[in-house]
């Protein structure tokens, strides 16, 4: 089974200012990595896919990259509506899709 | 509008069953792979169970396997988990999410808005 760790595991951030969230596999996954935001009481949504390609309506501000064993997903100015909890998964290896513990963006 | 709505979670002793179902619409169901994914209470993801489009194809985590059951109903657009032998680490909600085509091994999108299991004596 793949291991997802991310990084870190909050991440206080202003209003306006990049976000660089990091997801580690514990074995390359080649591209085949995905990113959800899930906020407070409700579902997790996809945001990325393919390790850089944006879901269907995700905002330009929400980036991915990398490729293997190391992974980034940057919010390039953070909006308040980007405060919440963001988890990477991996496909490449499967099953079981494997999800990282989570990054909780936070307003400082 | 896709939509994917879970319903059955409830409260239930260890050791007892329930079955969760999912009601799909705005797309055409027996076209896509479909999964369970859980997450516990203040906890993170984990994947469940998936079923490929036509039911050939079955998968399920280490931790379910043997207990629970994903099945679908391709003339009702519904999904299925029949939950056995419960424990109170099953404790979580339970999301449906559909895969992004009828294949399996993919990310998952869109999710329903999930259903709480609770498992307490």
Redesign the interface.
């Known amino acids: 089974e793949i291991v997802m760790t991310q990084s870190p595991a909050t991440l206080s951030v202003s209003p306006g200012e990049r976000a660089t969230l990091s997801c580690r596999a514990s074995q390359s996954v080649s591209s085949n990595l995905a990113w959800y935001q899930q906020k407070p009481g409700q579902a997790p949504r996809l945001l990325i896919y393919g390790a850089s390609t944006r879901a269907t309506g995700i905002p330009a501000r929400f980036s991915g990259s990398g490729s293997g064993t190391e992974f980034t997903l940057t919010i390039s100015s953070l909006q308040s509506e980007d405060f919440a909890v963001y988890y990477c998964q991996q496909y490449n290896n499967w099953p079981p899709a494997t999800f990282g513990q989570g990054t909780k963006v936070e307003i400082k | 509008e896709v939509q994917l709505v879970e319903s059955g979670g409830g409260l239930v002793k260890p050791g007892g069953s329930l079955r969760l179902s999912c009601a799909a619409s705005g797309f055409t169901f027996s076209s896509y792979s479909m ?1 369970w994914v859980r997450q516990a209470p203040g906890k ?4 469940v169970s ?1 079923i490929s489009s036509s039911s050939s194809y079955i ?4 931790s379910v396997k043997g207990r629970f059951t994903i099945s679908r109903d391709n003339a009702k657009n519904s999904l299925y988990l029949q939950m056995n032998s419960l424990r109170a680490e099953d404790t979580a909600v339970y ?1 449906c999410a559909r895969d ?1 085509s009828s294949s ?11 259903t709480l299991v609770t498992v307490s004596s």
């Open positions: 999964n993170g993801l984990e994947w998936s998968y399920y985590a280490d999301y992004p399996l091994n993919n990310w998952f999108d869109p999710w329903g808005q999930g």
